[in-house]
């Protein structure tokens, strides 16, 4: 059974930064696409930055430029590093891996961290 955790939210000033962290422990897998997405109250989900197990990367306009999704795959972690941060970007932020196992891919979701952008 493989599980994600994620870690790095909280409370931050307009133009400031932080570093996300998503890991996946368990055992017998290998993480293709790692994935952050991002729900603000009232809106829907949005896929923000996705990294390929080649570290093919894909960013969504809204973090164009001050977001860098990165990953360690000895870690089988994520992180999605955000900069000059804005009021706009407060919402929950998870993480999604695409996880080969020996006979199956499946897609496994973290619990979610609060990202909170406000003086």
């Not at 599980?3 to 930064?17: D, N, R």
């Amino acid at each position: 059974q493989v599980q994600l955790v994620e870690s790095g939210g909280g409370l931050v000033q307009p133009g400031g930064s932080l570093r996300l962290s998503c890991a996946a422990s368990g055992s017998a897998f290998t993480v293709h696409t790692m994935t952050w997405y991002r729900q603000a109250p009232g809106k829907q989900r949005e896929l923000i930055a996705s990294i390929t197990l080649q570290s093919s990367t894909v960013y969504a306009d809204s973090v164009q430029g001050r977001g860098t999704i990165s990953r360690d795959n000895a870690k089988n972690t994520a992180y999605l590093q955000m900069n000059s941060l804005k009021p706009e970007d407060t919402a929950v932020y998870y993480c999604k891996f695409t996880i080969l196992t020996r006979d199956k891919v499946d897609d496994y979701w973290g619990q979610g961290t609060q990202v909170t952008v406000s003086s």
